[in-house]
């Protein structure tokens, strides 16, 4: 089975910083990732898919890199509303793993 | 407006069943492999189940095989999730999403429900 790593698991940051989370799969998985952000008591929200993707309606400064086992996700501009949980996922029509999810707290 | 909304959760005696739905609008259900997803309180997101548009192929985490069954009607534009012989680690919100597509690449899950809480607990 694929494990995702996510680091680190809780990152504290200010209004304006430009944040990077990254996640490692245990094995190549070519570009098959999705980022999601989940506020506290809200089913999560689809930010980037196949790696570096924007979903539609999510703001520009949001980006993904990556592919094979290493991936990141990038706030170039942390806005107040972006202080959630972001976790990354492996998917695909048959088998998906979530990492463990890094927690963005205010410093 | 696309929306899914779950329900059928409650709290349950250890050994016993449930069956959750999760009823689908504003979107072609049956265009869609669908998924459940289920978090623990306080912990991350664990992916359970996923079936394909008709209902003829279906994937299973690999500890809940057996006693997990996702099935669909697209007759009624729903999904369900049979969970039998329930355990404390059960206890979970249970989320229902749909798996996006973009010509015939996944995108990820692209719509969530609400979720809905399963408490096991005697």
């Known amino acids: 089975d694929i494990q995702m790593t996510q680091s680190p698991s809780t990152l504290s940051a200010s209004v304006g910083d430009r944040v990077t989370f990254t996640c490692r799969a245990s094995q190549s998985i070519s570009r098959w990732v999705a980022w999601y952000q989940q506020r506290p008591g809200k089913a999560p929200e689809l930010l980037i898919y196949?790696?570096?993707s924007l979903q539609r309606g999510v703001p520009s400064r949001f980006s993904g890199r990556g592919s094979g086992t290493e991936f990141t996700l990038t706030i170039s501009s942390l806005q107040p509303e972006d202080f959630a949980t972001y976790y990354c996922?492996?998917?695909?029509?048959?088998?998906?793993?979530f990492g463990q999810g890094t927690k963005v707290e205010l410093k | 407006e696309e929306q899914l909304v779950e329900s059928g959760g409650g709290l349950v005696q250890p050994g016993g069943s449930l069956r959750l739905s999760c009823s689908a609008s504003g979107f072609t259900f049956s265009a869609f492999w669908m998924t459940w997803v289920r978090q623990a309180p306080g912990q991350g997101l664990e992916w359970v189940a996923n079936i394909n548009q008709d209902g003829s192929e279906t994937h299973y985490l690999d500890s809940v095989k057996g006693r997990l069954t996702i099935s669909r009607d697209n007759g009624r534009n729903s999904l369900y999730l049979q969970i039998n012989s329930l355990r404390a680690e059960d206890t979970a919100v249970y989320f229902c999403a749909r798996l996006g597509v973009i010509v015939v690449a996944p995108t990820g899950l692209d719509q969530w429900g609400q979720g809905t809480l399963v408490t096991v607990s005697s």
């Open positions: 196949k790696a570096s």
């Open positions: 996922q492996y998917y695909n029509t048959y088998s998906q793993t």
